[in-house]
């Protein structure tokens, strides 16, 4: 399995923007979608966006529609998420996921298991 790690997590204000990257270990990512969820301190993990293997779909939730990006650079082992117009209520520790198959399910909501997980990253937005 992948291993991954999550970098540019911090602490702003709100209307700021961040670029959380997620590194995979090996050439393998190319073969995975990849996805972002965050959890909020008392709360579960939800889904915020997923990306195919080629970087040619993406799906966002409702949230985050117009101010996050997804997006992913093969070449590189990385995927990315672009986060403008922060809020506060998008403070949480942010997780990259992977997974061949079953992407749909992250979108459809019924399911929020992956094959590897990143350590988190934590986001902090002030008012």
């Known amino acids: 399995q992948v291993q991954l790690v999550e970098f540019g997590g911090g602490l702003v204000q709100a209307g700021d923007s961040l670029r959380l990257s997620c590194e995979a270990s090996?050439?393998?990512?190319?073969?995975?979608?990849m996805a972002w969820f965050r959890q909020a301190p008392g709360k579960e993990r939800d889904f915020v966006a997923t990306i195919n293997y080629s970087g040619g779909a993406t799906y966002y939730v409702d949230s985050v529609k117009g101010r996050f990006t997804i997006f992913r650079d093969n070449a590189k082992n990385t995927v990315y998420l672009q986060m403008n117009s922060l809020k506060p209520e998008d403070t949480a520790v942010y997780y990259c996921?992977?997974?061949?198959?079953?992407?749909?399910?992250?979108?459809?909501?019924?399911?929020?298991?992956?094959?590897?997980w990143g350590q988190g990253t934590q986001v902090t937005v002030s008012s």
């Open positions: 090996d050439d393998s990512f190319s073969i995975y979608a």
């Open positions: 996921a992977a997974k061949q198959t079953g992407a749909f399910e992250w979108i459809a909501g019924t399911s929020r298991d992956a094959e590897c």
